[in-house]
């Protein structure tokens, strides 16, 4: 597992022990408690590629690649994201057409979608977010170690 990967990993871990408040790192992080079962923290706008491009597809995106161990429905993806169910299901279909998520398993007459682990592009897009993470996680640490 690269270094990076491995880091971003434990950003958690890493809070926790410099006394960092997530919060103030504003992740969006679900915890998989059962294999059905999921707990979510309440989602913030600032993410690094939304942080970058501003619109709902980057949204998405970034709430995807942070949950990539998770499926979900547009309808849990605008709940907890906030974009507007109509909005989600046309970015869905957007990314879909790109290879950058893919339909995962269907709930009744859900469908529901999660990271495409086999596009390079998906995988680019995982790094460029992990390294960004990193980045963030260091600023905290020398920040909160510089006092």
Do not use: W
Not at 130 to 140: F, H, P, S, Y
């Amino acid at each position: 597992m690269p270094y990076t990967a491995f880091r971003c990993h434990y950003v958690v871990f890493i809070c926790a022990v410099y006394g960092i408040s997530l919060y103030s790192y504003k992740l969006q992080l679900c915890i998989h408690m059962e294999s059905s079962d999921r707990q979510e923290v309440e989602y913030n706008r600032d993410t690094p590629l939304e942080g970058i491009f501003r619109n709902s597809v980057a949204r998405i995106l970034d709430f995807l690649i942070l949950n990539q161990d998770f499926d979900y429905s547009p309808a849990e993806m605008s709940r907890i994201t906030g974009i507007p169910l109509r909005t989600v299901q046309r970015a869905v279909a957007h990314l879909v057409s790109k290879d950058l998520i893919k339909e995962n398993r269907p709930i009744g007459n859900t469908t529901m979608y999660i990271l495409n682990l086999k596009s390079p592009m998906a995988l680019a897009l995982r790094d460029c977010i992990r390294t960004a993470i990193n980045q963030n996680v260091d600023r905290l640490i020398q920040a909160k170690t510089a006092k």
